[in-house]
């Protein structure tokens, strides 16, 4: 009731939007109502454990709830939602499935959150045209598993079980982007309300063919805009065919060069290795205990190839060479399904590994991206600085694009270690660049990483990124304090 | 004299850059001056025979000629011409090799051209990192020779040899996509200098990372925008380990089906085919004349593999299985060097072989791309459209991307048939835009194809693109005319 009073007196609408502007922005009842009106009664909450759910993500980012929660059921309602969201200046925040890592889910100015899992359905396969659409709710899981017996897969693992176009909206990749490339290079088209609530098909609707040189490629600015641009209800991916057989292995090497040397020779002997993942010795023997294996605790690299038997086998023989060329040894192949999930498990579970280094901590990941060239100067300097820093953590990365995350584990409760957190990541962003490389090569800018955006893109390239946003969302509502 | 005079009464600029703003519209002689000033008199022309050159591409649009060309030799002159330019309200108009196929460089509002061509340094290798730095000038070919002993090299063949940042602005793709993707897929990084005269780096300055996920994707927003938004003044590309070995072949099948269907399997079997190209009957029998091969009178795949020899062996044979299943036959392998160029120089010269079906004729290309599944009947469908229409013209086309061109060999001084040629290429676009294709795969929008583009993207998506370009080039004067 005080609400709806407050609501009278701030505005000219009988259910303005927002009762207060300020952080602690409450929704009018009336404008809860509509709400209601269009997704349905039972698909709006405004109840306080439900929004602190929706205001956070996997990331260390302070939870910052948003005023509630709606759960469209199709793109329609998210039209509606959208129109009626930015008619009254209410901030709209996008949510998948939560794992993001850089807080691009918190509500820094309120809002409503728009849940997007309901809308769960694969819209569409075109086996022979190696192509789906999918609705925002379906996670990369649920499509490899609908694929499984089409002979194709959709390669992008980002680890976490993510909502595809949460994948497209982060612009994530993953362990198999060195082969088949990140969500950049496989999206095809996208539905998107935009933020006055009309629906945008990025490569015109319904079309989903392999190349096109037809006017600017609305496509690729859409991915990675962190939903600051428009709401994404559809994506029209990439499929690849399903390797018809896979070989994984990992190996030691002496130093982080040689190991770093073998990634580039592999690289330009041009095997078509499909992950090669770099962890350090504080990392293996993270590993080691928490997953049980008995790896050398020294820089490793883990390594999967795809292909036929045959072509298999002149590649594993190839990466031999080369790495026993560079003085890796402790081979260990895994051909068998069972193997190779054991180790790839590992992998997965590298950041519950770092967790377990001191528990009751939380993890902090890094995610800069260099030139392959300049990687092992960053990471031999970056176990240095870790070092000197007296901080927990681990490196583990994907060394054939570059990109690494240094896992720092972390007492929350200790103000002054958090600020070494930033301090240490804040330096290994600011070597990155000198470097020439990114301040995120997969987890996007969000909340934390906006000054390095600056740093990183120069003025002009700001500026121009400051446009582009003012032009598709003049209000400045969509998932607003993001990126910019 | 007149003109002078007829500036001083147009505006308040003793060098206003226009005496009249028709499509006739000349600069005034102190704005020439100005031009010179910022050059060098050396580099600045006004010849009509120089105009005339500079005022058409290879297509059949005709020539609509600039006002003035000037020769920047530098980034900074390039950055102080567009100042000049937009300052005083005269259009600007990129121009690289002119090997464009839709009117690209046309000035329809006359105005400056700026040719780039004088920037050809090759600026930065790094091998390690499979990237170059290229300034406008430098063409394919030029930086494939440049490359010649790194191991590496840069695939991405639309056949003429085109400056790589006309390829970039015209986001130019070709024979070797289907594996190493289009310029798309291999820019890193532009230098553009924006229509004010400031100097954007995409990806920031000095940056070539794999992979980012820092903020929006300026870089793929100017790949593929023709010019309109800005000037690119260098590119970073993507370089790919050099194949080991190479084979090529071509093989003969009874009918268009047969020859999609193998390509789709062959896709769909991972073999990682290089190139994979279709030709009809009717263009096989023009190249068997022009380029004095002996090969079957019907529809025919040219294929090319790359790898090592173990690698190599094994995709012929898988591809050999597949094609013999679908009813393929007269299979020629070539391995040799000579043997390979050979049939290669006859696919790249079915533009001269079509044309020589009707001598004095000139050609006019169409550019559709299809989701590979309706590849069968979008050509047979045009091949009988051809038949009914009574035009000479032959099909060949990158049909493991779904692209594919029909020739149309016209007389130019043909009023009529010229009409029948622009009825029939609308319909196929049509037909393209039905089955969920694109009007073009990889020659632009140009001046030709505007009203397609709407129908292809709709009414959002064209206005979308409208304000984007109204954001980047507020008054209009980047290559204004194209695209929009």
Redesign the interface.
Known sequence: MASLLRAATWGMFPWRGYCSRGTQGKLSEGFVEALKAVVGSPHVSIAAAVREQHGHDESMHRCQPPDAVVWPQNVEQVSRLAALCYGQGVPIIPFGSGTGLEGGVCAVQGGVCVNLTHMDRILEL?P????VVVEPGVTRKALNTHLRDS?LWFPVDPGADASLCGMVA????GTN?VRY??M??NVLNLEVV?PGG?????????????????????T??F???EGT?GLITAATLRL??A??ATVAATCAFPSVQAAVDST?HI????V?VARIEFLDDVMMDACNRHSKLNCCVAPTLFLEFH??E??LA?QVQ?TEEIIRHNGGSHFSWAKEAEERSRLWAARHNAWYAALALRPGCKGYST?V?????RLPEILVQTKEDLQASGLTGTIVGHVG???FHCILVVDPEDHEELLRVKDFAEQLVRRA?AL??????????GLG?RQL?QE???T???E??R??????DPRGLMNPGK??
């Open positions: 075109n022979e045209d190696f192509s002979g982060t612009g994530a990749s982007a490339g990140t950049r290079d935009l009309r629906l945008l098909h990025s490569a015109g609707p319904g079309r989903h063919f392999r190349k096109s040189a037809a006017g600017y490629n609305l690729g600015l991915v990675g805009s641009l690849h065919p390797p018809e580039v690289l330009q002997a041009a078509p292909g036929s045959q072509a002149e190839r995610d991206c260099v030139p392959i060239s694009d570059g990109n660049l020439h490389g990114t301040c995120t090569g997969e987890h996007g800018i990483k955006l990183e893109v120069g002009v390239g700001i121009t990124m446009q582009l946003k003012a032009t598709l990126v910019l």
